[in-house]
């Protein structure tokens, strides 16, 4: 389900209008995922803290969505482009990669939240695209 | 038997009866004929979902839309036994409609996105755990008479 020209101009533009918010969206996106999905905690077990609004998720939510939001300009390439960061997922952190799919829903629903209107139907599916398309190269390197 | 907490109990008949079914129902099954367009598979005779604005405008699809939502409010009369209340339902979908069961979940997924633009900041994470727990029993429901 390879990300065609329309649905990366649905995503380049969408993301300009949520990229001032980008840091906010990725707090609340991996908060969300942490309360819906507990079993996704096990994979910060130092934490001590994870409600929306604890420093750690606020930090890491943020990394994440900055690497997501990174993501966007390397559309045309997405495995060369996240090479580096599948390595890291592979042999570092080894985070199932049904996980990726269970953040994407809660990024989707975080921009549902906030973007009621801009979120129409073919953003959502360009978005979905996108977000299958990032997880697919993340772990690209896995085996 | 499902275990359902007070605040779930309570914040499934709170979501519910603030939705506006009209709009909700139609919307989710538009967005999963989009989003999802292998899904149209079971809507041969609806007419032209070409693309997504003659799907979000097709009479058909919200009609429907509104019968699958009507369709949810018996599980939220029937928490306490949501299996037995669908066993029909479940039977029709495996037997007459021959609908794959994993589209109930993409379904879902459209209908907890739906839901949570229009409630907004009211859809809270315990809010959205609650909502997807309850959808979550509902496809198991419709799921388990199919051979």
């Known amino acids: ?143 | 038997m499902v275990e359902w907490t007070e605040f779930e109990r309570a914040t499934i008949q709170d979501v519910f009866s603030k939705m506006n079914s009209d709009v909700v129902g139609p919307q989710a099954l538009a967005r999963c004929l989009i989003v999802y367009p292998w899904t149209q598979r079971y809507f041969g005779n609806f007419g032209n979902l070409y693309n997504a604005a003659a799907i979000m405008g097709n009479p058909m699809v919200a009609a429907h839309g509104k019968t699958v939502l009507g369709g949810l409010d018996r599980a939220v009369k029937n928490m306490d036994d949501i299996k037995g209340t669908y066993a029909e339902l479940s039977v029709l979908h495996s037997e007459k409609l021959h609908v794959d069961p994993d589209n109930f979940r993409l379904l879902a997924d459209c209908l907890t996105i739906v839901v949570a633009a229009q409630m907004g900041a009211g859809f809270t994470p315990a809010v959205q755990a609650a909502f997807q727990k309850f959808i979550a029993v509902v496809v198991s429901a419709l799921g388990r008479q199919y051979h």
């Open chain 1, 1 to 143: 389900m390879s990300l065609t020209a329309k649905d990366k101009a649905f995503v380049k533009a969408f993301w300009g209008k949520i990229s001032g918010q980008a840091d906010a969206i990725g707090q609340e996106a991996l908060g969300r995922m942490l309360i819906v999905y507990p079993q996704t905690k096990i994979y910060f077990s130092d934490w001590s803290d994870f409600s929306l609004d604890s420093p750690q998720v606020k930090k890491h939510g943020k990394t994440v969505m900055s690497a997501i939001t990174d993501a966007v300009g390397k559309m045309d390439d997405l495995t060369g482009g996240l090479s580096t960061l599948s390595d890291l997922h592979a042999t570092k952190f080894r985070i199932d990669p049904v996980n990726f799919k269970i953040l994407s829903h809660n990024i989707l629903v975080t921009l549902a939240v906030h973007f009621p209107v801009d979120f129409t139907a073919e953003v959502h599916v360009a978005v979905d695209k996108f977000l299958a398309a990032v997880s697919a190269a993340i772990a690209d390197k896995y085996r």
